[in-house]
T-cell receptor, first 115, second 110 residues
Framework: ETGVTQTPRHLVMGMTNKKSLKCEQH?????MYWYKQSAKKPLELMFV???????ENNSVPSRFSPECPNSSHLFLHLHTLQPEDSALYLC??????????????FGEGSRLTVL | EDQVTQSPEALRLQEGESSSLNCSYT??????LFWYRQDPGKGPEFLFT???AGEEKEKERLKATLTKKESFLHITAPKPEDSATYLC???????????FGPGTRLSVLP
């Protein structure tokens, strides 16, 4: 496996379900991100894990819960979602440092549909 | 607050018809400006990083340039396989977020 892999690629869930999205990066990076991409909107940062610190967008509802057990793995736990949460959820990684540009490298995304 | 806008929203070109996409930004201390290509249903693919005004980078038919307020992505003699959405993003010196623009959807017709 190379790059950033996300599973599942597609997920359909009811509003009362609990599910998780998984992301794994094989690039040796030290930061991982969750972004949300909705139709006709720019990518929106949800969470960042960098050097064991978590940064979050305060506008993200508590029904989204991230987990980062190590620098290579990232999860997004979903519970009691709303139909407006249907979107493409993108995981990314980057190498953060004083001399590094920190480009984001994205996975293929998990397309979530909430019924 | 960092902001990124892109124009046009959509662009249709004939194969071989060169053009430019615009990315305008406001940022408190630019750490980097990034261009990405995104195909439908896929994650964005990294193209270029630009760090300072006057810098240029090229890759095949694409050339990215940077001024203090804008970046341009020039597409020379495009082919249908260049059809995609092109995203611009900035990162400032103070945070860990990348602020993205809404993208330009490019269609190149054969």
């Amino acid at each position: 496996e190379t790059g950033v892999t996300q599973t599942p690629r597609h997920l359909v869930m009811g509003m009362t379900n609990k599910k998780s999205l998984k992301c794994e990066q094989h690039l040796g990076h030290n930061a991982m991100y969750w972004y949300k991409q909705s139709a006709k909107k720019p990518l929106e940062l949800m969470f960042v894990y960098s050097l064991e610190e978590r940064v979050e967008n305060n506008s993200v509802p508590s029904r989204f819960s991230p987990e980062c057990p190590n620098s290579s793995h990232l999860f997004l736990h979903l519970h009691t979602l709303q139909p407006e949460d249907s979107a493409l959820y993108l995981c990314a990684s980057s190498q953060i440092g004083l001399l590094r540009s920190g480009e984001l490298f994205f996975g293929e995304g998990s397309r979530l549909t909430v019924l | 607050e960092d902001q990124v806008t892109q124009s046009p929203e959509a662009l249709r070109l004939q194969e071989g018809e060169s053009s430019s996409l615009n990315c305008s930004y406001t940022v408190s201390g630019l750490r980097g400006l990034f261009w990405y290509r995104q195909d439908p249903g896929k994650g964005p693919e990294f193209l270029f990083t630009l760090y300072s005004a006057g810098e240029e980078k090229e890759k095949e038919r694409l050339k990215a340039t940077l001024t203090k307020k804008e970046s341009f992505l020039h597409i020379t003699a495009p082919k249908p396989e260049d059809s995609a959405t092109y995203l611009c993003a900035v990162r400032d010196n103070y945070g860990q977020n990348f602020v993205f623009g809404p993208g330009t959807r490019l269609s190149v017709l054969p």
